[in-house]
């Protein structure tokens, strides 16, 4: 579902909704089939430069229109909407297709698996639409998989922003396992006085 973006941003904050791009693993995130390597790094940014074409584009091989974005996060996030701007002259995504939690898709197992979601675009040239999700399916989200496979008709597809409005949990991913790893018991860090002098044991 689209949802015509027509209030002021300044009102309602748009900058901070839109604001789970710091929560991004940029040094993680790839897409499959971009002309220029590593380019769709460019593409998350903050939601008041979503028109900044200064900045470089995501941009599919020539002839070839279908894209991969592979977005994990550096903690759980919870994302409510997905925005999307991409080029003229046809070169905008018709389609985008979601998967969640799931590394490693190539263009054959999206193409075959069935996604948490999916949506026909439109072309967002002014970035004033946001596709809702089905929040309920997007709860702790680690990674996030967008594929585009088509376009308006153009021979390539071009890709300026990518905004991902939601939330994000407290705790950073590797802080939770840090977390996990101090709750387990270390046996050499817990001796009974059996084992040694007084007579100390590990204790299974």
């Avoid at 919870?78 to 898709?105: D, H, L, Q, W, Y």
Wanted: charged content about 25%; overall charge negative.
């Amino acid at each position: 579902m689209a949802c015509l973006h027509d209030h002021s941003c300044e009102d309602h904050n748009c900058s901070s909704d839109f604001s789970l791009y710091k929560h991004i693993d940029f040094s993680k995130v790839v897409a499959l089939n971009e002309s220029v390597a590593g380019s769709v790094k460019s593409v998350f940014k903050a939601w008041e430069r979503r028109l900044d074409t200064s900045e470089g584009l995501l941009e599919s091989n020539e002839d070839d229109p279908e894209l991969l974005v592979f977005i994990p996060f550096t903690c759980d996030v919870k994302i409510k909407s997905i925005a999307v701007v991409g080029g003229s002259g046809g070169t905008s995504p018709s389609k985008m297709r979601a998967f969640i939690n799931r590394e490693g898709i190539d263009f054959s197992d999206a193409q075959n698996m069935q996604p948490v979601q999916e949506w026909e675009l439109t072309e967002n040239l002014q970035g004033v639409l946001e596709y809702q999700t089905r929040f309920s399916r997007f709860q702790s989200v680690a990674n996030l998989t967008l594929h585009f496979p088509e376009n308006f008709g153009g021979n390539t597809t071009q890709i300026y922003y990518i905004g991902l409005r939601g939330e994000a949990t407290q705790l950073r991913r590797d802080v939770v396992a840090t977390i996990v790893y101090e709750v387990m018991p270390n046996p050499s860090e817990h001796k009974t006085k059996s084992d040694s002098g007084g007579g100390l044991s590990h204790i299974e």
